[in-house]
DNA sequence: CGGTTCCTTGAGGATGATCAACGAGGGTGG
DNA sequence: CCACCCTCGTTGATCATCCTCAAGGAACCG
């Protein structure tokens, strides 16, 4: 989901700074406004009581965030925390529903928005359940794949250890172990400890 | 999402029968229709190499299912079966998408459904990612609770062991031996080989 | 009954998690 | 330029746990 920025000030959304790390909202709090990154990034995630981690999604500029908890009595399902300097546009919950409900492209839009995301859910789960970590690992590098620019050749995964260990349920030195017998396999490459694929 | 079933005949939706177990979708195959359950129940569900199996979602009476993939260009990301001889109403994608067009609460009431979806989902993979057995599977008790409509006391549970395994991507025999220890721990009442939460 | 499906148990093995320690790179301030 | 620190990557040893395989028992249904 992707509103025009002016559209979004002209209805009286505030853009607000964000530093590294900071919380944007976060588990089982009430939604209370619609959310677009101007520019960084944000993270969702969960974590449980052994500090483990799961994220459930990373957006970037333009991306929308949190909006499905807009539609529906129940609070967020996972935290938002900024990954780094970050500018987010917010608009009242009270005003992006009106503003869906005025423009029906938008409505639309939102609607195409919220399939998407089903559908890349249900492939996470799908891919989760398979168990084995290098499963997990190759689709956490394929759904970040979409968002990257480079098609050809390979592409320096812009992520650690530690933050697809996050992503994938999985602990760091599983990821590297892991990663060290793909780049033998000739899956990824690691120069210099950066990680390509 | 439930749309009115007259509303649905008169606009060309033909109902069909199905025999229990048979397939009404495939993974990866295109979505040409909506499909609503007029009685009886279908299950979601990936399948990997090994014959290990994870259910997406379930449906009962009224519900619809697959719908999030009438909106995107993507394939269905699982396969759909009948539970038991199940009769499901089917309107072609084209009139689906008119029909919501044309009708602005039915177009909210889908967005809303989709965005429960979306959390629905969003738990689910915060819960399987806890990683212990137990957890996954008070997890999923919790989940098929909602739809089940006793409040007080305990319910039996519909489920057969293997059902709960494939739910919850682990194997008949863990789920077997946690429930045994769930019984212990007074947490679930086994009476006769069933299971009661 | 006889067959089918589901439940149960045990023994053994595979694998990811855990713990502990160290190495490498990058940035900062003296 | 060097010393220091801090984050990230790496490795090995050990542990806990779930999976696997195999076998048998219980419930249900014709």
Redesign the interface.
């Known amino acids: 989901m992707q509103i025009d920025l002016d559209l979004l000030f002209s209805w009286g959304a505030i853009a607000e700074k964000y530093k590294k790390n900071e919380t944007i909202f976060d588990e089982n709090g009430t939604a209370h406004f619609y959310y677009q990154i101007i520019d960084g990034s944000v993270r969702l995630y ?1 974590s ?1 009581d052994d500090g ?1 981690e ?1 994220t ?1 999604d990373l957006f970037i500029n333009g991306d929308s965030f949190g909006d ?5 009595d ?1 609070t967020y ?2 935290k938002a925390v900024s990954l780094k300097d970050t500018t987010i546009i917010k608009l009242t919950k009270e005003k992006f529903l009106k503003i869906i409900e005025e423009y029906p492209y938008l ?1 639309k839009k ?3 928005s ?6 890349a ?6 891919g ?4 084995k970590p290098e499963f997990r690992i190759v689709a956490f590098l394929n759904t970040f794949k979409r968002k990257s620019v480079t098609c050809s050749d390979r592409v320096l995964v812009p992520y650690t250890r530690q933050e697809i260990a996050n992503f994938t ?1 999985l602990r760091v030195e599983t990821v590297i172990r892991v990663c060290t017998r793909m780049n033998h396999l000739n899956k990824v490459e690691i120069i210099n400890h950066k990680l390509y694929y």
């Not at 919220?114 to 559908?119: D, E, P, S, T, V």
């Open positions: 969960n449980n483990k799961f459930q499905a908890s807009l539609l529906i129940k399902p996972s409505q939102f609607m195409v919220l399939a998407q995301k089903i559908h859910k249900s492939e996470t789960s799908s989760i359940i398979n168990q349920g």
